[in-house]
C-alpha cells in the first residue's frame, strides 16, 4: 500500500469521524423544537437542556472538518481544486449555515430576551438541517460521479447536482442525523427530556431504515464492489439494531449502533468511490483518481510523519473531553440564566 492509499483512507477517517461526531449535533439542533418544547413556567430551560448536552464538544466536534478539508488540500490538491470549485454553492450553503448556527449558540445566552432566544433557535436549526441535508447531496454526487471536462472542471450545473439520488442520499443524512441526536440526547439527559427523546429516536427509527436501506442498496448496486457487501450488511444490521434497542430504552447501545451505522455508510461511500476520486461522466478518462489528483511523494511522507504524532494527541484530548462531561443533564441543573437584558429603543 502506498501513500496515495494511505492518504485516501486517513481522508476517509477524517470524514467518517465528522459524521458521527458532528453528526449528533446537527440532530440535537435539528430537534430542538420538537424537544425542547416550552413546557416550564420560566420559559426555554429545557432547550438549554437539549443545548446543553452538545455545549462542551459540539465546536471540538467540527475540527474534524477543517482537519479532512486541510487534508485533502495537501494531499489531494487537484481533488480540492475540482470539488470546491464545482461544488461552490452547495459548499458556500453548507458553510454560511454553519456560521448561523455557531453564532447562534455561541450568542444565545448572551442576552434575557424570548424574542432574542428565539431567533437563536432558528438560526441553530437551520444551521443544523441545511448542513445535515447537502452533505448527503454532496457525497452522493462525488460517488456518482459529476461532468468533469479535459481541464479538470466541472460542469455540472445546480441542477444536475439535485439528481434523484443525490437527493435520496440527503434525505438519508437528514433522517440517520436527526435519529442519531435523537438517541445522544436520550444519552445524555434525564426525567422528562429523556423520556421524550427515548420516544422520538423510537419513532425516526421508522422512516429512517427504510429510506438508509434503499440509499445503501442504490450506492452498492450502482457503484459498489464485492467486499462492500459487508458494509452494507453492517450499516442495515446496525440500523435494524437501533429500532430494537430504541423501543427497549437501551439507548447506550442504541448510540454504539448509529455510530457504527454511520461509519459503514460512509465507509461505504469511501470504498465505491476508491480509486477514483471524483468520476467523470463525460468520459472516464478525465476522472480524477488517487494517481492523478495527489501531492508529490514528498509531501504525502512530511504529511504521514506529522499525522503519526499529532492524531494521537488529538484523539487522546477529545476522549478525555467526553469523559470529562459524560454526565447526564436535567431541568434540575439549569440555572437562572445571567444574559443581559434587551434595550429596546
Known sequence: MGLQEVWFILIAVLFIGYFVLEGFDFGVGMLMPVLGRRKDPEGDTRRRVVLNTIGPVWDGNEVWLITGGGALFAAFPEWYATLFSGFYLPLLIILVALIVRICAIEYRGKIDDDTWRRRCDWGIVFGSWV????????????????????????????????????????????????????????????????????????????????????????????????????????????????????????????????????????????????????????????SLTIENASSSPYTLKVMTWAAAFLTPVVLIYQGWTYWVFRQRISTKHIPPSIGLPLERR
Open 131 to 286: 448542513p445535515a441535508v447537502l452533505w448527503g447531496v454532496a457525497f452522493a454526487n462525488i460517488v456518482r460521479g459529476v461532468d468533469i471536462d479535459a481541464d479538470k472542471q466541472v460542469t455540472s450545473n445546480l441542477f444536475d447536482l439535485l439528481n434523484p439520488y443525490a437527493l435520496l442520499g440527503g434525505l438519508t443524512t437528514a433522517l440517520v442525523f436527526a435519529l442519531h441526536g435523537a438517541v445522544f440526547l436520550a444519552l445524555k439527559t434525564a426525567d422528562e427530556v429523556r423520556t421524550d427523546a427515548v420516544e422520538l429516536a423510537s419513532r425516526l427509527a421508522l422512516p429512517a431504515v427504510p429510506v438508509a436501506g434503499a440509499f445503501v442498496l442504490w450506492t452498492q448496486l450502482a457503484h459498489g464492489t464485492g467486499w462492500t457487501w459487508i458494509l452494507v450488511a453492517i450499516a442495515a444490521g446496525a440500523l435494524l439494531g437501533v429500532v430494537a434497542l430504541t423501543r427497549a430504552e437501551r439507548e447506550g447501545w442504541a448510540f454504539l449502533l448509529t455510530s457504527i451505522a454511520v461509519i459503514a455508510t460512509v465507509a461505504l461511500l469511501f470504498g465505491s468511490l476508491f480509486p477514483d476520486v471524483m468520476p467523470s461522466t463525460l468520459d472516464a478518462a478525465y
